[in-house]
């Protein structure tokens, strides 16, 4: 609870610029008058919303700051050159989100079903990351509908940037007329730079503890939504209320089931989570670990939590280790509840996110 926010996730790189600058996305259909077979096309409305509190550090920040109350989102860092990661995830992140909170879902999914390149949103995110003028970046993709501007302080003003088009062909003249689609998407863009992997982050590990479902759990369990982000944020006064113990020096909170017999763990708080099993094939756990008689299982759950950017790119990296003929052990991969008991005997047990990658556990509360 009392570590800093970027020392978690990364660190900033430029204290000249702000923190997180956020931009606004309005979606217009332009129609009549234009030169589209369809008799309509979209363009994008792009505001750089100014007059923000100079007090906002973190992407979680313009969520408290701004009142954001309603809508989902996902996480996208930015390397050097405009490097990101499987835009076909986030996209499949958005549009099941969505779905889940009955938002339309036509922001992210056109007529003619749009590549990874082409994604609007993709396109969208580029454009404002480069206005940040940001070597590298974490983007927070919001989308919501417009009921926070109601609570915004006066100062607070949206600039106009650019119209940016679904196609360079697209054109209208005097004649069109333009409809505002309701709801819109808010890019915040943090100024982040990954940890280095000499961080103890890395090299030492983290210390954890369980939070009891009936306490902390997601509303939405399979959407990534700001309710989520206003919960977590209420940590300290929930905690404080359910008069629950910290352990010292705690760098994740793990999600479980309700029942404190036979309890499950789901995900952590930002991250998902993996079990480390080291199975003996005939049964015989007094023998030596060898290529011949064990081989590694890897767990990970399903149901119940989110399911990472990270997860994906873990998963996927397992195919590798079936081509290394180097290998010690033979390994299998299974999606299953995790009991909390089964996570202090593994092997390993290793918590991974899309800002952080992957990194060991070295502690569930307060036993190694």
């Known amino acids: ?16 610029v702000d923190a997180v600058q956020v931009f606004r996305i309005k979606k217009i259909k332009v129609v009549d008058g234009c030169n ?49 990661m499987l835009w076909n995830h986030h996209k499949r992140r958005m549009i099941e989100s969505a779905t889940v909170l009955s938002y339309p879902i036509d922001w992210f999914v056109d007529e003619e079903e749009q590549n990874e390149e082409n994604w609007i949103v993709r396109k969208l995110t580029k454009y404002c990351y480069n206005e940040s003028n940001l070597n590298t970046a974490r983007t927070r993709i919001i989308y919501t509908n417009d009921s926070y501007k109601d609570n915004l302080k006066e100062e ?4 106009f940037l650019k119209d940016i088009y679904e196609n360079d062909e697209s054109i209208s003249n005097e004649s069109s007329q333009e409809e505002e689609i309701d709801l819109e998407i808010l890019i915040c863009v943090e100024d982040w730079s990954p940890l280095h992997p000499d961080n103890k982050l890395y090299t030492i590990g983290v210390n954890t503890q369980t939070m009891p479902g009936n306490i ?6 399979k959407s990534k939504s700001i309710d989520w982000v206003l919960t977590r944020n209420s940590r300290k006064s929930i905690i404080n209320s359910n008069s629950i113990e910290i352990y010292d020096n705690v760098y994740e909170f793990l999600l479980t089931s309700d029942s404190n017999d036979n309890q499950v763990v789901y995900e952590g708080f930002g991250t998902n989570i993996f ?41 996927d990296s397992l195919s590798y280790f079936e081509k290394d003929q180097q290998k010690k052990y033979q390994i299998t991969f299974e999606e299953a509840d995790i009991p909390l008991e089964d996570l202090f005997s593994s092997k390993e047990v290793i918590l991974c996110s899309a800002s952080r990658g992957i990194f060991p556990v070295i502690n569930i509360n307060n036993k190694p």
């Open 36 to 84: 589209d077979d369809r008799g309509f096309f979209m363009k994008y409305r792009v505001e750089k919303i100014k007059g923000l509190s100079k007090e906002i550090l973190t992407l979680d920040d313009v969520v408290l700051d701004m009142k954001i109350e309603q809508g989902n989102y996902t996480v996208v860092p930015i390397y050097e050159n405009n490097k990101t």
């Open 1 to 16: 609870l009392s570590t800093n926010y970027m020392s978690v996730y990364g660190k900033r790189v430029d204290v000249s």
């Open 156 to 159: 607070v003003n949206f600039e």
């Open 216 to 221: 902390f759990y997601r509303t939405f369990t």
């Open 275 to 315: 079990s480390v099993q080291l199975i003996y094939d005939d049964d015989n756990s007094n023998n030596n670990e060898s290529e011949n008689n064990t081989h590694l299982k890897i767990i990970t759950p399903n149901e119940n939590g989110l399911i990472c950017i990270a997860r994906h790119i873990a998963i």
